[in-house]
């Protein structure tokens, strides 16, 4: 699935995930900037997060109660944030527009 990152400055990387990886580990495998993922996925360190692209917002769905609380933690959190290396990767999720924030934590 291609999935595409755009950091705050508005440039876009596209890069090739596999399904049943996560959004983190394919921007980390494709060193997209602005990606931390300190905790390598475990939902405990809130610095691989991401907004999802308002078109995607239904499909990709919201944060699990425990990602919500790790949430908290991130910088200039909005209605479309998520933890990256919650997102698993599906082949619906083809296509998928993420951006990076300004920074992590
Ligand atoms: Fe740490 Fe996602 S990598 S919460």
Redesign the pocket.
């Known amino acids: 699935a291609k999935i595409t990152f755009i950091d705050p400055a508005g440039e876009q990387r596209t890069v090739q995930a596999e399904p049943g990886s996560t959004v983190?580990e394919a921007a980390i495998r494709n060193d997209i900037p602005g990606i931390?993922?300190?905790?390598?996925?475990?939902?405990?360190?809130?610095?691989?997060?991401v907004y999802v692209d308002e078109q995607w917002t239904e499909k990709v769905g919201g944060p699990e109660p425990m990602?919500e609380d790790?949430l908290d933690f991130a910088y200039d959190v909005r209605p479309t944030s998520r933890?990256?290396?919650?997102i698993k990767i599906t082949p619906e999720l083809d296509g998928l527009v993420v951006s990076t924030p300004e920074r992590q934590g």
Request: glycine residues 10%; aromatic residues 0%.
């Open positions: 983190m931390d993922a300190e905790c390598g996925g475990a939902c405990s360190c809130a610095t691989c997060h990602e790790m933890l990256s290396c919650q």
